[in-house]
C-alpha cells in the first residue's frame, strides 16, 4: 500500500474532541520513548508529521493524521512516564485507557516494545489488561537498528515465550526501525489488509 497523503487533523484531549467520522484508525501505544511518533514518521516517509523527542514525555494527547483520505494513524502518548507528578500520570492513564476502550473506530492497535528489552511487567500487564479487554492488538519490536538480528532475533523468541505463559494464541507481530525503515511495508501490508476486511464487512 502507498501512503500518497498524509496530513495532520487535530490534538484532543478528550474523546468527544476526536474526529466525529467513522473511518477507520489505527493507534500506536507503547512506553515513553519506545519510538511511537517516530513510527508513524517512518511509515508516512515524512519525518515532521508526528513530533518525536529523545526526552520521554513528548506526545502527550490523542493525535489524530489522515491517510490518503480514507483512514487515520493515532499517536497516543505513552505510559509509564515516572518524570510527572502522579495526578498527571493518572490523567494520561485515563485519557490512554478511556480512548481505547470506547473508540469504536478503533481497528487494531499496535504496542510497541523496544525490541532490546527483556520483557518489561509495565508492557506485559498492559497486554494483558487489552486481551482481557478484548482489544485487536498486534506488537511492534521498535529500534531494531540498534542491535544485531541475531539478538533481536532472540529477544522476541523470548517475548513471545513469555506471553505464551499466558495467553494460547499469540498476537501477530511486526519488527521495525525508523532508522533503516525495516518492516514498513509489513505493517502497512497489516493496515491495508484489515482496511479490505472491513470494507467487505
Ligand atoms: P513519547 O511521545 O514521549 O511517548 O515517545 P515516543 O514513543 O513517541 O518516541 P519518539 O518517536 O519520540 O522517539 C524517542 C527517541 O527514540 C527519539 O530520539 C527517536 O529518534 C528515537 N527512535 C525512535 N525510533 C527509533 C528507531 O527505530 N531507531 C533508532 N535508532 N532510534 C529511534
Ligand atoms: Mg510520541
Known amino acids: 500500500m502507498d501512503i500518497k497523503k498524509a496530513e495532520f487533523v487535530i490534538s484532543s484531549a478528550l ?25 508513524i ?30 483512514w487515520y494513524l493515532v499517536d497516543l502518548p505513552g505510559y509509564g512516564f515516572a518524570k510527572r ?14 480512548y481505547i476502550l470506547q473508540r469504536q473506530q478503533l481497528a487494531n492497535l499496535f504496542v510497541l516494545v ?8 509495565i ?13 485487536p492488538f498486534a506488537i511492534v519490536f521498535t529500534k531494531a537498528d540498534k542491535q544485531t538480528k541475531l539478538k533481536t532475533n532472540e529477544n522476541i523468541k523470548r517475548y513471545l515465550l513469555k506471553l ?20 514498513r511495508d509489513d505493517v502497512l501490508g497489516y493496515i491495508e ?6 470494507k467487505n464487512a
Open 85 to 98: 507528578s502522579k495526578t498527571e500520570l493518572a490523567k494520561l492513564d485515563h485519557m490512554i485507557r478511556t
Open 193 to 198: 489488509q484489515i482496511n479490505k476486511e472491513l
Open 164 to 183: 505464551s505463559e499466558t495467553w494460547e494464541e499469540l498476537p501477530p507481530y511486526f519488527v521495525t526501525s525508523a532508522e533503516t525503515r525495516e518492516g
Open 123 to 135: 508492557d506485559l500487564e498492559f497486554i494483558d489488561w487489552l486481551g482481557n479487554s478484548s482489544i
Open 15 to 39: 474523546l468527544s474532541q476526536c474526529p466525529k467520522d467513522t473511518k477507520a484508525e489505527y493507534a500506536f501505544i507503547g512506553r515513553s520513548n519506545v519510538g511511537k511518533s517516530s513510527l
Open 41 to 70: 514518521n517512518m511509515l508516512c516517509n515524512n519525518k515532521k508529521l508526528a513530533k518525536t523527542s529523545a526526552t520521554p514525555g513528548k506526545t502527550l494527547l490523542i493525535n489524530h493524521f489522515i491517510i490518503n483520505n480514507e
Open 114 to 121: 523496544d525490541s532490546r528489552l527483556e520483557p518489561q511487567k
